[in-house]
């Protein structure tokens, strides 16, 4: 009984996974925008809105542990864990 509870519960979070990925931003998303605009397409931070997910958390780890150049983005990253940076990067490759 109880193995079909958590069956049904796995089954219910994975499928609510791609919904909870197009509506409210996770923890921190929301920050990013403030510099990485939304609309801009010809400012110097890149827009993030509808890049690939894998690029975005591919370049938080990078600004994390050093092995990417950055002026403020190394301390941004090391805010957030790679799970939350994976939710962050899902989120915004949602968005258009
Ligand atoms: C204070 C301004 C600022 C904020 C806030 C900010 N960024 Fe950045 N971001 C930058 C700058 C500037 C760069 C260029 C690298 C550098 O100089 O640090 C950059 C680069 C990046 C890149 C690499 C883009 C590329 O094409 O090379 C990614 C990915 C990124 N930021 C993700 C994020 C995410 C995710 C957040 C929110 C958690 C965020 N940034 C918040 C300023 C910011």
């Not at 990417?68 to 968005?95: C, Y």
């Amino acid at each position: 009984m109880n193995a079909l509870l958590i069956a049904i519960a796995a089954a219910a979070m994975v499928w609510c996974q791609p919904l909870l990925a197009a509506a409210d931003p996770p923890p921190g998303a929301a920050s990013c925008s403030g510099c990485h605009s939304p609309a801009a397409t010809n400012s110097a931070i890149p827009r993030l809105y509808g890049r690939d997910a894998a690029d975005i958390e591919k370049a938080m780890a990078g600004f994390r542990d050093g092995s990417l150049p950055a002026t403020v983005m190394n301390r941004i990253a090391k805010g957030f864990t790679d799970e939350e940076s994976r939710a962050i990067a899902a989120w915004l490759a949602a968005q258009k």
